[in-house]
């Protein structure tokens, strides 16, 4: 292979990339997610037992998915969203997830904030004493405020 093939394979390489990437994104309702539409959440059927425990909830009124499991800071709302679509797209793709799917660490951390952001009024007396230090996650107890009858 010649030195001028090298730019007509990176590019071959780079359009069927983009094709598979649009395709996909076209196939899964990608532009869904990038809406506040609780709906959207169960396009994939790993999710519609935890968007129909969230309709019965006690936050269906006041809350959507973006608002517990994504940052309330506008760019890293943003940055969580991109995480999740890509592992999300990748694990159910690839079939790698766990069924029922569970919540991640990362992700854990980002709803603990929301629940913190939301009723800071009520929790400030019960956050640690140092930044970062020990505290019980709000879900720990509260396990089916979001997601009613789901444990």
């Not at 090298?6 to 359009?15: D, E, H, S």
């Not at 969230?54 to 269906?60: I, N």
Request: hydrophobic share 35%; aromatic share 8%.
């Amino acid at each position: 292979m010649g030195f001028g093939a090298l730019p007509l394979v990176t590019a071959a390489i780079v359009g069927v990339l983009a094709g598979l990437g649009a395709f996909t994104f076209g196939y899964g309702e990608g532009a869904s997610y990038l809406s506040n539409n609780p709906a959207s959440c169960a396009n994939c059927h790993v999710m519609q037992g935890h968007y129909d425990s969230w309709v019965k909830s006690s936050h269906k009124n006041v809350a959507t998915c973006n608002d517990c499991h994504l940052s309330h800071h506008p760019v890293g709302k943003w940055l969580v969203k991109a995480d999740n679509g890509f592992f999300h797209s990748l694990a159910f793709t690839m079939g790698g997830f766990h069924e029922p799917i569970r919540i991640k660490p990362r992700n854990s951390r980002v709803t603990q904030n929301a629940c913190l952001h939301c009723h800071s009024d009520f929790v400030h007396s019960m956050l640690p004493e140092q930044p970062g230090g020990d505290m019980l996650s709000c879900v720990h107890c509260h396990s089916d405020v979001g997601h009613a009858l789901r444990r």
